[in-house]
């Protein structure tokens, strides 16, 4: 198994330097050359497996025995999954009119970033220990990368990590969850700049290579693609949670609604897809609509309509370059890396890009979309409240508001579930985060917040970062803070 870069001017590398990339030398994303494809007797065997073990299965399909033996593949994930608060590791709750919500939010920071990165900071260690190297991760957060992030490297003497959160966007939660970490190698900058701002810095310092080189420099963001790996068993764990039965030709489809920011959980469902899991895809988005524009027409734009005046809406979701977009059309492309190039290469310039027609109906075929106004993500936490006594964080309620939206589907599935197979889809809503975290969300909507106590010590804690001011070189700032870091070390 190795892999390529989506624009071709890199060389292939297999899972190990996929993994210390990020992103590709060339400013692509890497992907494995061939995705695997699963026959039915596979996907019946593991219909009956833990989520556990499916995630040790599938990320044996893109980590050969070679590089990391099996069993200490399966140690590694074990060892990832030991802080999980539920014995399952992810929960489907059931709900009132066919609302299937998978929770991937049980990991230690409540955001469902912490299954792929607890693999993820395994992975490293494994490769670092071995080779007794250092490495400096930079990640830019939304608001759940970095805490999932920091927890997954935390005290660990072989990594630095250095995380910039956009200061006034992330919940309170968020904000403390990171800045409450003091350890030597945890480093937190707080800039006054929304999420595609702080990416910009980032990718400068990605871009100069003898830097990037010289100190080692990697990302925990969804353009690692060790992230990508883990999160394709979140889609098949739904499907064998919602699926009636594997017993008929053809197999069952089920629906997938995936809250959708900076496109990673969507482009694993698209590779599961690929790989023979009968899935239909939602990609729903906030009113930051840039992703449901290109499925339903080709729009693939920036837009004024980003950021919304209700503070309900969740941040992560404000993505207005969702860079996984690259992954998905070089698929759909069928790995043709020139014409990905030149795709993703225009947009850079113009921020504007529409598709070509065969590629739009492509995606069209591939996905469906559906964009949720602020109001209608607080109906959606209202109604499952009151139908359920369940609370749902913002970007599960976009899923929840799909959901709503076309109930039709839901109560024919409820009603001849017998027969599901002639009459409706089972439907699935992924779950990123835990209400928990979104405080405010949830009291703008009427609602109680209920609250761990791993959460409520936070305010309690001491807090540490650095201020990146507007106006102020972000990129020469974290590059000094860098070259600072390797001269103490």
Not at 207 to 215: E, G, L, N, P, S
Request: charged share 20%.
């Amino acid at each position: 198994m190795e892999y390529v870069s989506t624009r071709g001017g890199a060389g292939a590398v297999d899972f190990e330097g996929a993994l210390f990339s990020g992103y590709a030398p060339d400013g692509g994303l890497f992907m494995p050359q061939r995705i695997p494809s699963l026959d039915r007797d596979t996907l019946r065997r593991w219909s009956r497996l833990p989520y556990r073990e499916l995630v040790k299965e599938l990320c044996s399909l893109f980590i050969t025995a070679e590089l990391v033996p099996r069993s200490t593949l399966n140690d590694l994930i074990d060892r990832a999954f030991s802080r999980f608060r539920h014995k399952d590791i992810v929960h489907l709750s059931r709900l009132k009119d066919g609302l299937n919500v998978l929770e991937l939010w049980h990991g230690v920071t409540y955001a469902f970033k912490d299954l792929s990165l607890s693999c993820t900071g395994q992975f490293l260690q494994y490769f670092l220990e071995t080779k007794k190297q250092h490495v400096t991760i930079l990640v830019g957060t939304s608001g759940d990368t970095g805490s999932s992030a920091i927890e997954s490297v935390r005290g660990q003497k072989n990594v630095d990590i250095f995380v910039v959160l956009p200061k006034g966007f992330c919940t309170q939660i968020q904000e403390l969850q990171m800045t409450t970490v003091i350890e030597d190698n945890v480093h937190v900058f707080a800039a006054h700049g929304n999420s595609d701002e702080i990416d910009e810095p980032i990718k400068e310092l990605f871009a100069d290579v003898d830097f990037a080189r010289k100190y080692n420099l990697m990302s925990l963001n969804s353009v690692n693609w060790s992230r990508i790996m883990v999160q394709i068993a979140h889609h098949f764990y739904a499907y064998f949670q919602c699926a009636p039965s594997l017993d008929t030709t053809p197999l069952p489809m089920v629906e997938i609604v995936v809250p959708t920011g900076g496109g990673g959980n969507i482009t694993a469902g698209c590779i599961a897809q690929k790989m023979g899991l009968p899935i239909q895809l939602v990609a729903v988005v906030n009113s930051n609509d840039i992703i449901h524009r290109t499925v339903q027409h080709g729009d693939f734009s920036l837009s004024e309509n980003r950021c919304s005046n209700f503070r309900c809406s969740p941040i992560a979701l404000l993505f207005q370059e969702p860079y996984n977009m690259e992954r998905i059309l070089w698929l759909l492309l069928g790995s043709d890396s020139c014409l990905t190039k030149m795709l993703m290469e225009r947009f850079s310039v113009s921020k504007s890009l529409k598709l070509p027609e065969d590629l739009h109906r492509k995606l069209s075929e591939t996905l469906r979309s559906c964009s949720a106004s602020d109001e209608d993500i607080v109906r959606a936490m209202q109604r499952c409240w009151e139908e359920n006594r369940y609370l749902l964080c913002p970007h599960s309620a976009v899923a929840a508001h799909y959901h709503y939206s076309q109930p039709n589907r839901a109560r024919l599935y409820q009603k001849f579930s017998c027969f599901s197979f002639l009459f409706s889809m089972p439907r699935c809503c992924l779950a990123p985060a835990s209400a928990a975290k979104f405080q405010d969300a949830l009291l703008r909507a009427g609602l109680v917040p209920q609250l761990p106590p791993e959460i409520t010590a936070l305010t309690a804690m001491e807090t540490r970062s650095t201020p990146l001011e507007r106006g102020q070189d972000w990129a020469q700032a974290l590059r000094e803070q860098i070259e600072a870091m390797a001269r103490r070390r």
